[in-house]
């Protein structure tokens, strides 16, 4: 009888290891272009750099007195929106704190907002860019100005429900992009 339990017993000692764990969910390695970037030519009193992944800007919209411009992604399935307004002696103020109340809507979902200070002296452009982490509808928006005649406003949008993880690779590339526009704007004489 001895001989019969203790292998049995040793088997089932041995059988009885650690609780089997599931996987953990894998993610689509996604891998964008190198971004090459031209000058855009739109009716606008501003100039920037676009990157050639995005559909060419076809129409300037006006609403009032904001006119908007769409840089589009279909690859990406995400849509830079940008808004130009003139400034006046007398709506600075309240143009910045719209293009900042913007972005606090999103404080819900987001798990943190960062803020990035952009100045270039030379171009006559100053700015902010904000980086919205989380689930929140807009992964980044920033603002630019002169201060003086020109207020330039951008988010970018994905045309898909926000889920951080599975944007975060084309939500850091378009990143790259609002940068890139930000450090290229050229005000128009």
């Given amino acids: 009888m001895k001989r019969v339990v203790f292998p049995l017993l040793s088997l089932f000692m041995i059988g009885c290891g ?3 764990l599931p996987k953990p969910k894998g993610y689509l390695r996604l891998d964008y272009p190198e971004a090459k970037y031209q000058k855009t030519d739109i009716p606008l009193p ?6 050639n992944l ?4 076809r129409k300037v919209k006006s ?6 411009i769409e840089v589009k ?5 995400a849509t830079i929106y940008l808004n130009y307004k003139t400034v006046t002696s007398t709506n600075l103020d309240s143009l910045l704190r ?10 819900m979902k987001a798990d943190e907002i960062s803020q990035n200070l952009y100045e270039n002296i030379e171009q006559n452009v100053f700015g902010m860019l904000y980086e919205v982490g989380g689930n929140a509808a807009s992964q ?3 603002y ?13 949008y994905f045309y898909a429900k926000p889920n951080y993880d599975s944007i975060y690779p084309a939500s850091e590339y378009l990143k790259n992009d609002i940068k890139r526009i930000m450090e290229s704007i050229e005000w128009k004489k």
């Fill in 18 to 20: 650690n609780d089997p």
């Fill in 46 to 51: 501003f100039t920037f750099e676009q990157n």
């Fill in 54 to 57: 995005s559909d060419p800007i």
């Fill in 63 to 68: 609403l009032g007195s904001t006119k908007g």
């Fill in 73 to 77: 992604y279909p690859k990406l399935k």
């Fill in 98 to 107: 719209d293009a900042q109340n913007l972005t606090q809507k999103h404080t």
């Fill in 140 to 142: 980044s928006q920033f």
């Fill in 144 to 156: 630019v100005t002169d201060s003086i005649n020109h207020f330039l406003s951008g988010s970018l």
